[in-house]
């Protein structure tokens, strides 16, 4: 790996802008890509568009300019404040990794010198019609090498898997005020987003049936998550099915503070979905339960082994087809997918954590 000031390293832009939105576990791929400027390109001012959301969780990144956007505003709105933030300043590099047509019209709102965006197969909804650039054609890799490929098109070839996401004084206290201390946690994060009607979700009595068999392991189990009615009516039926009382803190917390409550797990329990990679993250294991999307694109990064993948079974059940004959990313929307995925498959994955 080539070393911060080698002759042999590659010129460094003065600026590099990083355009990512949303969602959060996508954010936090983006994480490794800006250790890995700051370690080999230090003297490269870093600008990163991002969503306000996700801001709340990586927003304070040391050596980082944000650049903070609310998608709801609209996307002139978006562009406006995005052109009156920049103050008409032109980036070397521009970083363009989110393809869809709404993120393309908002970063047209910058100006640079390069402007990388996806592969033709990856550039969907025209975003090759946005970018000047693009990343090397790589086909089924994980969302976070696709994101790599932006460095190396921009010159910087090498990679650094480091986090180090900041956790404020506040969130620590937060969690060491609602875990106990001195017990193993296994945190569950039972639903994920429903934006897209991804059928993620596992049945809930599956849910308690894993809680159970966690605390007779000897975990205090805790559950997270959002404030939405169906985050809500997850959590009360897995506490009321459980015989052992649990932590709930679905609603409860703030993005940081769930950061927090994350670091202290033993592991994570969840769908794929933005707490199963704030936990890879924080290399804390997920047990991902992947039916309806392929872990070896979308599965946490780090301590993927283990990860319950039942994709392959549902992509022959349902779409009638094996994997390497799918475009990589089809998703299998299936109300019944994640059903594929049994307690036992879960409970498995607890016992090698407790013999570790």
């Known amino acids: 790996m080539t070393e911060p000031g080698n002759s042999s390293a590659p010129a460094a832009p003065a600026s590099l802008c990083i355009f990512r939105l949303s969602a959060i576990g996508d954010a936090t791929h983006v994480v490794p ?9 230090p003297e490269t001012a870093i600008t990163w568009v991002i969503g306000r959301t996700e801001a709340s969780l990586l927003g304070d990144l040391p050596g980082v300019t944000f650049r903070v956007l609310t998608k709801q ?35 047209s709102g910058l100006q640079g ?105 000897g975990f205090r189990v805790v559950l997270t998550g959002g404030k939405s009615p169906r985050e809500r009516q997850y959590a009360d039926a897995i ?13 409860r917390t703030s993005l940081k503070e769930l950061a927090a409550v994350t670091a202290r797990s033993r592991c994570l329990v969840g769908p794929d979905s933005g707490p199963v990679h ?35 079974d549902a992509v022959r059940r349902f779409l009638n087809s094996d994997p390497e004959n799918l475009r990589w990313g089809t998703r299998v929307r299936h109300p019944d997918a994640m059903d594929l995925i049994t307690v036992d498959d879960v409970c498995q994955q607890i016992d090698r954590l407790v013999q570790c």
Not at 33 to 41: A, G, I, L, M, P
Not at 81 to 102: C, F, K, N, P, T
Request: glycine share 8%.
């Open 73 to 107: 505003d609209g996307i002139r709105s978006c562009r406006r404040r995005l052109r009156e933030a920049e103050g008409g300043r032109v980036h070397d590099v521009i970083l363009q990794m989110q393809a869809s047509l709404r993120a393309s019209l908002i970063a």
């Open 33 to 41: 890509v800006v250790r890995t400027v700051q370690r080999f390109w």
């Open 239 to 251: 506490a009321a099915g459980c015989r052992q009382p649990v932590i709930d803190l679905v609603g």
């Open 113 to 217: 010198r390069r402007r990388v965006g996806f592969d033709r197969e990856r550039a969907v909804n025209g975003q090759w019609l946005f970018t000047r650039e693009r990343i090397a054609a790589r086909p089924r890799e994980h969302v976070l090498d696709g994101f790599f490929g932006f460095l190396e098109q921009a010159g910087l070839p090498e990679r650094e898997l480091r986090w180090d996401i900041p956790l404020t004084e506040e969130a620590i206290a937060y969690a060491q005020r609602m875990l106990p201390a001195g017990e193993p946690l296994l945190t569950i994060s039972p639903c994920s987003s429903q934006r897209f009607r991804n059928y993620r979700d596992w049945p809930v009595a599956r849910f308690v049936a894993v809680a159970e068999y966690a605390s007779a392991r």
């Open 278 to 312: 704030m936990a890879s993250a924080f290399d804390v294991p997920a047990i991902g339960l992947y039916a309806t999307s392929n872990p070896l694109r979308t599965g946490p990064y780090r301590n993927r082994g283990y990860v319950v993948d039942r994709y392959p």
